[in-house]
């Protein structure tokens, strides 16, 4: 299985209609999406008021693959939310199970 981290920096301002864009789009989409396991979305915290996050597993890195296509090392933009970021990170990982 494959961790997906994503990490959203909103523009100055934009907090607040990111938000909603995360939490009415984004979060809908990524736990209907098929051959997520599981996805555990991140909320900002008061010192780091612009930062949102997903921690992602999927099933496989053809899952993933299928999903964003080829080039999975890029983040992948919704036209949506264009306007809202600032800057995105990614990074994938094997899963360890415990």
Request: hydrophobic letters at 40%; proline letters at 8%; aromatic letters at 10%.
């Amino acid at each position: 299985m494959i961790m997906r981290i994503f990490q959203v920096v909103t523009r100055p301002g934009k907090e607040e209609e990111f938000g909603k864009f995360f939490n009415e789009t984004a979060i809908p989409l990524m736990k209907s999406t098929k051959g997520i396991v599981s996805v555990l979305p991140g909320a900002p915290r008061p010192e780091s008021p612009r930062e949102f996050s997903f921690v992602m597993i999927w099933e496989s890195l053809d899952a993933l693959k299928a999903f964003v296509g080829d080039d999975y090392a890029n983040p992948h933009v919704d036209p949506a939310e264009a306007d809202l970021v600032e800057s995105r990170t990614i990074r994938h990982y094997d899963l360890v199970e415990a």
